[in-house]
């Protein structure tokens, strides 16, 4: 008798696993059931159909039933709600949301791909609020529909994720004035918050009214009488609106693996093995409502991406299959577009390395993204971790123009194949002006980091300043003088470049100096005619920008406003 294998919950996850064990196993049958309307659309793709970039919506369903069952012979059937498991009968009862008919569906194996569900605290007055979260179509389609229908001026998001921060931008693309809340003191949270920074610059530069470090307390409509709405933050501010947008993040949707006993964590994640079975070997598990380890310190974690749970869909196939496939982790690369940003990183953070025990360093750069006579070149801000002890790569951040991605994806492959510093340095990649420099950018991190490894450049960083000047240390700066008459760090002196080696008798060696330029480079040629010179001397990594904008207060920015956007009003 030809097998059957029951999957619970589509888009990324049980949509990938139900193609993937087709191509392996032309007889098997396979049913895939989902409780909404949709089994696999574009959820990434949501918030730019809010923001019209996205014109149609039937291109957010990415294959509808009927192709399922065309191309794949496959039985999907949504609107169909899995309400248990039973796991001695090897079945579930499925309730039909259309007919209300219940019925029980036998097999084989399970798929468990139930994903995670927005988060939606009791606040006061939320149900007094016109409140929205996303995580569907029908959630775009009523976000899409009050604003037809309200013509909405202003909107305020709560939570400065990758969710809240989609939506922000785009809401403004609609021509409403947003505000966005976030409770930390970063938008983008995953990011170190001296990465961060550069999207803290961004959204205050486009108009966005950004609100950090400040929940939210309650909600209520206008004393005024007109249809505006009240967000009161946990400070006591108001901010007033005609709608709120909630992205505070998610939980797993896993109350059926509870039910059917079968072992989770304590914050209600399904625990898998690298195989992706559950703790029953016939039922397995993948997507946003599992733990999975990290690739890098092989520590239990969760990442909800759409690119893991692609890959946990093929590898529960192919074991179900009978192929043998382990997951090697998750190494956590991931992108963000916000206005003319572009956010990525890999790896490990800063934040989530002093929990542990790894001794390492960090550089920053601020290279161009193509070269510099090219029209159009725009900087990328780069962070760049590694291990102390070996030079391993460990993690890597960026914000920046056109082609940051490509860059933390170089990085990514490089921590996947237990790369260096050393190996970023001598990798062969693509250049054409209108592309990249003939020395890349992660070729320029792998320079610093292996400077810095080998012992040619000792480093200081943006949050030691304050000690170093508490301590009398000297700070020269090496820019040009109408740089330093512009702006520069308090109490340092200016010595530029190009003057140092005839002004060596005005520094002392009988103290450290701390150099620094704009982004490093300059400061790191004037570290080595210090050192060289018997002066002790450490260079301040990432110079004077990554020094500014890591110290900005709480909605400051780099740079001038742009004007308001008044597509939509």
Same mark, same amino acid.
């Given at each position: 008798?030809?097998?059957?294998?029951?999957?619970?919950?589509?888009?990324?996850?049980?949509?990938?696993?139900?193609?993937?064990?087709?191509?392996?196993?032309?007889?098997?049958?396979?049913?895939?059931?989902?409780?909404?309307?949709?089994?696999?659309?574009?959820?990434?793709?949501?918030?730019?159909?809010?923001?019209?970039? %996205?014109?149609?919506?039937?291109?957010?369903?990415?294959?509808?039933?009927?192709?399922?069952?065309?191309?794949?012979?496959?039985?999907?059937?949504?609107?169909?709600?899995?309400?248990?498991?039973?796991?001695?009968?090897?079945?579930?009862?499925?309730?039909?949301?259309?007919?209300?008919?219940?019925?029980?569906?036998?097999?084989?194996?399970?798929?468990?791909?139930?994903?995670?569900?927005?988060?939606?605290?009791?606040?006061?007055?939320?149900?007094?609020?016109?409140?929205?979260?996303?995580?569907?179509?029908?959630?775009?389609?009523?976000?899409? *529909?009050? =604003?037809?229908?309200?013509?909405?001026?202003?909107?305020?998001?709560?939570?400065?994720?990758?969710?809240?921060?989609?939506?922000?931008?785009?809401?403004?693309?609609?021509? %409403?004035? !947003?505000?966005?809340?976030?409770?930390?003191?970063?938008?983008?949270?995953?990011?170190?918050?001296?990465?961060?920074?550069?999207?803290?610059?961004?959204?205050?530069?486009?108009?966005?009214?950004? $609100?950090?470090?400040?929940?939210?307390?309650?909600?209520?409509?206008?004393?005024?009488?007109?249809?505006?709405?009240? !967000?009161?933050?946990?400070?006591?501010?108001?901010?007033?609106?005609?709608?709120? =947008?909630?992205?505070?993040?998610?939980?797993?949707?896993?109350?059926?693996?509870?039910?059917?006993?079968?072992?989770?964590?304590?914050?209600?994640?399904?625990?898998?093995?690298?195989?992706?079975?559950?703790?029953?070997?016939?039922?397995?598990?993948?997507?946003?409502?599992?733990?999975?380890?990290?690739?890098?310190?092989?520590?239990?974690?969760?990442? +909800?991406?759409?690119?893991?749970?692609?890959?946990?869909?093929?590898?529960?196939?192919?074991?179900?299959?009978?192929?043998?496939?382990?997951?090697?982790?998750? =190494?956590?690369?991931?992108?963000?577009?916000?206005?003319?940003?572009?956010?990525?990183?890999?790896?490990?953070?800063?934040?989530?390395?002093?929990?542990?025990? $790894?001794?390492?360093?960090?550089?920053?750069?601020? +290279?161009?993204?193509?070269?510099?006579?090219?029209?159009?070149?725009?900087? %990328?801000?780069?962070?760049?971790?590694?291990?102390?002890?070996?030079?391993?790569?460990?993690?890597?951040?960026?914000?920046?123009?056109?082609?940051?991605?490509?860059?933390?994806?170089?990085?990514?492959?490089?921590?996947?194949?237990?790369?260096?510093?050393? *190996?970023?340095?001598?990798?062969?990649?693509?250049?054409?002006?209108?592309?990249?420099?003939?020395?890349?950018?992660?070729?320029?991190?792998?320079?610093?980091?292996?400077?810095?490894?080998?012992?040619?450049?000792?480093?200081?960083?943006?949050?030691?300043?304050?000690?170093?000047?508490?301590?009398?240390?000297?700070?020269? *700066?090496?820019?040009?003088?109408?740089?330093?008459?512009?702006?520069?760090?308090?109490?340092? $002196?200016?010595? +530029?470049?190009?003057?140092?080696?005839?002004?060596?008798?005005?520094?002392?060696?009988?103290?450290?100096?701390? !150099?620094?330029?704009?982004?490093?480079?300059?400061?790191?040629?004037?570290?080595?005619?210090?050192?060289?010179?018997?002066?002790?001397?450490?260079?301040?990594?990432?110079?004077?920008?990554?020094?500014? $904008?890591?110290?900005?207060?709480?909605?400051?920015?780099?740079?001038?406003?742009? +004007?308001?956007?008044?597509?939509?009003?």
């Amino acid at each position: 008798m030809a097998k059957k294998v029951v999957i619970v919950g589509g888009v990324a996850g049980g949509a990938s696993t139900a193609a993937r064990l087709r191509r392996l196993e032309e007889f098997t049958e396979i049913i895939i059931l989902d409780r909404g309307p949709y089994v696999s659309f574009a959820n990434c793709g949501l918030p730019y159909y809010v923001g019209q970039v %996205i014109k149609e919506k039937d291109t957010l369903e990415l294959v509808k039933p009927v192709d399922f069952k065309t191309k794949f012979n496959i039985d999907v059937r949504v609107n169909n709600e899995v309400l248990s498991i039973d796991r001695k009968k090897k079945q579930v009862m499925v309730k039909n949301l259309e007919t209300n008919e219940e019925y029980a569906l036998e097999y084989d194996n399970l798929v468990l791909s139930p994903g995670a569900e927005c988060l939606r605290p009791n606040f006061e007055g939320i149900d007094e609020v016109p409140v929205f979260t996303l995580r569907n179509i029908p959630d775009t389609l009523k976000i899409e *529909d009050f =604003i037809k229908t309200n013509n909405p001026t202003t909107a305020t998001v709560i939570g400065g994720g990758y969710v809240g921060l989609e939506m922000a931008e785009n809401l403004s693309h609609r021509g %409403i004035r !947003v505000s966005l809340i976030e409770l930390l003191t970063q938008v983008m949270p995953t990011l170190d918050k001296d990465m961060a920074q550069f999207i803290n610059n961004e959204i205050v530069l486009n108009r966005i009214q950004l $609100i950090l470090g400040d929940g939210v307390k309650s909600f209520a409509k206008n004393n005024s009488g007109s249809n505006k709405y009240v !967000v009161t933050t946990q400070s006591g501010k108001k901010v007033v609106t005609d709608l709120v =947008i909630l992205c505070i993040g998610v939980r797993p949707q896993t109350e059926l693996a509870k039910a059917a006993d079968l072992n989770l964590t304590e914050r209600g994640y399904i625990i898998v093995n690298d195989q992706m079975q559950t703790s029953d070997t016939d039922i397995y598990a993948v997507g946003d409502a599992i733990q999975i380890q990290n690739f890098i310190t092989h520590k239990d974690t969760v990442v +909800p991406l759409a690119g893991p749970a692609n890959r946990q869909g093929r590898i529960a196939a192919d074991n179900i299959a009978g192929r043998e496939s382990k997951y090697k982790g998750a =190494i956590g690369t991931a992108v963000l577009q916000i206005f003319s940003q572009t956010a990525a990183q890999t790896g490990l953070t800063e934040r989530q390395l002093q929990g542990l025990d $790894i001794d390492y360093e960090k550089i920053y750069i601020h +290279p161009k993204n193509h070269a510099g006579y090219y029209p159009d070149a725009q900087p %990328i801000a780069m962070k760049l971790i590694f291990a102390k002890k070996d030079g391993k790569i460990l993690g890597a951040q960026a914000v920046g123009g056109p082609g940051t991605e490509k860059r933390i994806d170089v990085v990514a492959t490089a921590i996947y194949f237990g790369g260096t510093v050393y *190996d970023l340095q001598d990798l062969e990649l693509c250049y054409a002006p209108p592309f990249g420099c003939a020395r890349d950018c992660v070729n320029m991190a792998g320079f610093v980091a292996s400077n810095v490894q080998s012992g040619e450049v000792d480093l200081c960083h943006w949050n030691e300043v304050e000690k170093i000047k508490s301590d009398g240390g000297l700070i020269v *700066d090496v820019r040009a003088p109408d740089l330093y008459e512009a702006e520069h760090i308090e109490g340092s $002196i200016n010595v +530029p470049l190009g003057q140092l080696r005839s002004r060596l008798d005005e520094l002392s060696k009988d103290k450290t100096i701390f !150099v620094y330029c704009q982004v490093g480079f300059s400061s790191y040629l004037a570290y080595r005619i210090l050192q060289h010179n018997g002066y002790k001397v450490k260079n301040l990594t990432g110079g004077f920008n990554t020094y500014q $904008i890591s110290n900005l207060p709480p909605g400051g920015h780099v740079g001038e406003l742009k +004007p308001y956007n008044t597509q939509g009003c």
